[in-house]
């Protein structure tokens, strides 16, 4: 018999999206893309107040990052997909003329040796310039994504970024700041973790860290193990050992005034499973994706072992948002308003 769906089921969080009043004047749109170890992914959207509207996206499994345990290098393949993906955002950018944005690239491209090579292809085959930005940028990228969803009763907060090849934690103690104002608190983390020119009360970034273990990476460290049980047993305790610089770990935490926000596609399909979602279709999941839902489900028990929780709030964004809130805040163009 199918589990019985939980009252509440379709309770997720309010969207960053909201319907645009008129058509959108290009001078005011702005463009995130994400590449990433197993996707490239892209946003264009226009502020709206003190959040904005998504004009056009896109959303592509590329791969870059396979064989890249192996090897050490983004293979031909793999880099002919991601071009290939990378037209269709230069095509969408030069359809919407957008003159604001920031394309940036991760884990992969961190890592592999012919990065630079492959950076300069893609300039010269797309005209798209790519910033491989460090982990701490991509940390706190994620982190201000998810400031919409930060509770005004949340004094201790972890904010969890599970991607393809490197997964992100950071620790943030906001008892210092009135409860009204802790959403807006992460939001001016844009300027960076230890420096605020803000003269408001400052979130305090306890400790973070860039895990390099992601859903892929994990997935590939661990595939000549046949067992299933045995794989993502390995895989849980794994993680949970690379961990153990991250000064958090070594610290009991209390449940209360406690939060955890997980960003990645891992946290949002293991939150539509459990809510019985009508419109996840475990169908159309692929073996590829499957073996990457076990990897990042490893992550996240050895993430719930560690600081035990009596809610996760799934936050379905991340780095492309992050990347557009960034740039709008810098630029003055949100509404200084509630989320």
Known sequence: MAPKRPKGAGAFPKPVESPAPKPPNP??????????????????????????????????????????????????????????????CQQKLKHH?????????TEAC???????????????ETGLRLDIIAP???????????????????EQLLVVDIG?????LVWID??????????????????????????????????????????????????DVDD?????ALMSCHFEEKLSNFSPYRDEQSREGFQIIGTSGTVTTVAASHLGLKRYDRTKVGNDRQALIMSGSAILQALLRIWPTDRLSVADR??????????????GVLEDGPF
């Open 228 to 232: 299933d049980a045995a794989r993502y």
């Open 174 to 223: 906001l008892t210092s700041v009135p409860a009204w104002d802790r959403p807006r608190a992460i939001m001016r983390l844009h300027s960076g973790f230890h420096t605020q020119d803000s003269p408001f009360p400052a979130a305090k970034v306890v400790d973070w860290i860039s895990v390099p273990l992601g859903v892929a990476t994990l997935r590939d460290l661990f595939n």
């Open 97 to 105: 003329r957008v003159k604001h944005m920031r394309l940036v690239a």
């Open 27 to 88: 001078t005011e749109l702005y463009a995130a893309l994400d590449l990433g170890t197993n996707s490239c992914r892209m946003l264009i959207a226009q502020p709206k107040g003190s959040q904005f509207h998504v004009v056009d996206s896109f959303s592509k499994s590329v791969q870059l990052g396979a064989g890249l345990e192996r090897t050490g290098r983004l293979s031909r393949n793999s880099m002919h997909r991601t071009i290939q993906a990378l037209r269709v």
């Open 318 to 331: 991340g780095l492309r948002e992050g990347l557009l809130y960034a740039q709008m805040s810098v630029n």
């Open 164 to 168: 393809g090849g490197s997964t992100e």
């Open 136 to 154: 701490e940028e991509e940390a706190r990228l994620a982190v201000i994504s998810c400031a919409p969803l930060v509770s005004m009763k949340t």
């Open 110 to 124: 961190r890592r592999a040796k012919n990065a630079k090579d492959f950076i300069a292809q893609v300039k010269r």
